[in-house]
C-alpha cells in the first residue's frame, strides 16, 4: 500500500495535539490511504484492525524513503504535520533534498508565534486553523476546521440519572475535569470552587482525571492540602492518569463536566464531554465559546474566576434535571457541529486543494 499521506506524530507523550492524532486515524484511514509515523496511538491500532487495506504504520526512515517519489498517479505525497520539529523534517525533505511532497499544518495556538515558528508556517504549503481566532495569528490561513469528537467513543449511558452508581464513588451525581492538572489548565480553581459549593449539596462528589507530571506535584499536593482541610478528601477525588480506554466510562459517569482553564489554544474535553451527555462549563477561551451554548448545552464563566465558578456550578447542581437536559442537547450539537467525521472531511478538503495546487508553490 502506498500512502497518500503521511501522519506524524513525534512526541513521545501522550498529548492533545495526539489525541487529535488519535480520533483521526481511523476515520482518516476510511478515506485516504495513511501512513502513521510516530508514538503509537490507539486510534493507530483501531485503524490498524478495522482499515488495514488503508493504514500502514511507517518509521520515519521508511516514510522519508517512500517520499522520493511521487504517488503513481502522479500526485505529490501529503505529510500532514503538527509540531515544530516535523516542520523542520518537512521543509528540509521538500526544499533541501527536493522531494515531491506537500506539507499541510494544523496550527491551533491563539497568539503571535515567535519568529522561527512563524517562518516554518510561512514555509508550508497549507495551513489548517482550529478555530477563527487561531486563523488571525496564521495570514497564510487555507482553511478553519475545527476539531470533532468521536461519537463512537464518547456515548451517554443509557440513564444519566443512574451513571454515578456505576462510579464506585459515593453520592448521587458526579462533577468531572478532564486534561492535565496545572495552573493553566485551572484545576486549582476548580478546586477552589468545589471547596465553596459542596458542603451544600451532599448528593454530589467531584473527580479530577489526569496526570500530573513531576514538575506539578507540588501544585497538585497544595490542592490535596487544601482538600484534606476542608474535610472533602471523600469527595474531590484525583483518579490520576487513567488509561485512555478508561476515559469515556468517566465521561458516561459524571452528569456535569468543568473546563476552566486560564489559557487553551482549542480544548477538546469539552467535547467528549457533551458527546457523553454531559452539561458542560467552561471559561472563556479555546474554542468554548464556538462549543458551548449558554443556557442551551452549558454555562460559560470568565477565566480565572473562582466565585464565577462556583456560581455556575450551584445553579447546575441545584436543578439536576436541567443538567441533564443540557447534556442531552450537547450531545445534538456535538453530532450536527463538531463530530470526528467532520473534521476528517475539512482536512480532506485541504488535501485535494494541496493535489490542485501541484506545481505552483
Not at 450539537?333 to 475539512?346: D, H, K, L, M, Y
Amino acid at each position: 500500500m502506498d500512502p497518500e499521506v503521511i501522519v506524524t506524530n513525534l512526541h513521545q507523550r501522550y498529548t492533545g495535539v495526539s489525541g487529535t492524532i488519535n480520533a483521526l486515524l481511523p476515520v482518516q484511514s476510511r478515506m485516504l490511504r495513511i501512513g502513521f509515523v510516530g508514538t503509537d496511538l490507539p486510534g493507530a491500532r483501531l485503524a490498524e484492525s478495522t482499515n488495514s487495506e488503508n493504514f500502514v504504520r511507517l518509521s520515519l526512515w521508511q516514510a522519508i524513503k517512500l517520499s522520493r517519489k511521487k504517488l503513481a498517479d502522479g500526485r505529490y505525497r501529503i505529510w500532514h504535520v503538527r509540531r515544530d520539529p516535523e516542520m523542520i523534517i518537512g521543509v528540509f525533505l521538500r526544499d533541501v533534498l527536493q522531494f515531491p511532497i506537500r506539507l499541510a499544518f494544523t496550527s491551533a495556538a491563539k497568539h503571535r508565534h515567535s519568529w522561527f515558528p512563524r517562518w516554518l508556517i510561512s514555509r508550508m504549503d497549507a495551513v489548517i486553523a482550529t478555530t477563527p481566532e487561531a486563523a488571525a495569528f496564521v495570514p497564510n490561513t487555507t482553511k478553519v476546521v475545527f476539531h470533532g469528537a468521536s461519537l463512537d467513543r464518547f456515548a451517554p449511558p443509557e440513564d444519566k440519572r443512574s451513571a454515578w452508581q456505576q462510579s464506585g464513588l459515593p453520592g448521587k451525581y458526579g462533577i468531572g475535569t478532564f486534561g492535565r492538572i496545572r495552573p493553566s489548565k485551572g484545576t486549582d480553581i476548580y478546586v477552589d470552587a468545589l471547596i465553596q459549593v459542596l458542603p451544600d449539596f451532599p448528593d454530589y462528589t467531584a473527580i479530577i482525571c489526569g496526570l500530573a507530571q513531576s514538575s506539578e506535584q507540588a501544585f497538585k499536593q497544595a490542592m490535596v492540602d487544601k482538600i484534606s482541610a476542608n474535610n472533602l478528601s471523600g469527595r474531590i477525588i484525583f483518579l490520576g492518569d487513567l488509561p485512555l480506554e478508561d476515559i469515556p466510562r468517566w465521561y458516561r459517569n459524571v452528569t456535569l463536566m468543568v473546563a476552566c482553564p486560564r489559557y487553551e489554544p482549542f480544548g477538546i474535553t469539552p467535547l467528549e464531554a457533551m458527546a457523553s451527555g454531559c452539561a458542560v462549563i467552561a471559561s472563556r477561551t479555546g474554542a468554548f465559546e464556538h462549543i458551548v451554548e449558554p443556557e442551551q448545552t452549558g454555562l460559560l464563566i470568565p477565566t480565572d474566576d473562582v466565585e464565577a465558578l462556583a456560581s455556575a456550578l450551584r445553579a447546575l447542581m441545584s436543578d439536576p434535571d436541567r443538567t441533564i437536559t443540557m447534556g442531552e442537547r450537547g450531545r445534538e450539537r456535538v453530532s450536527a457541529n463538531f463530530s470526528i467525521e467532520q473534521e476528517a472531511a475539512g482536512i480532506k478538503d485541504v488535501y485535494t486543494l494541496l493535489d490542485e495546487s501541484v506545481g505552483k508553490r
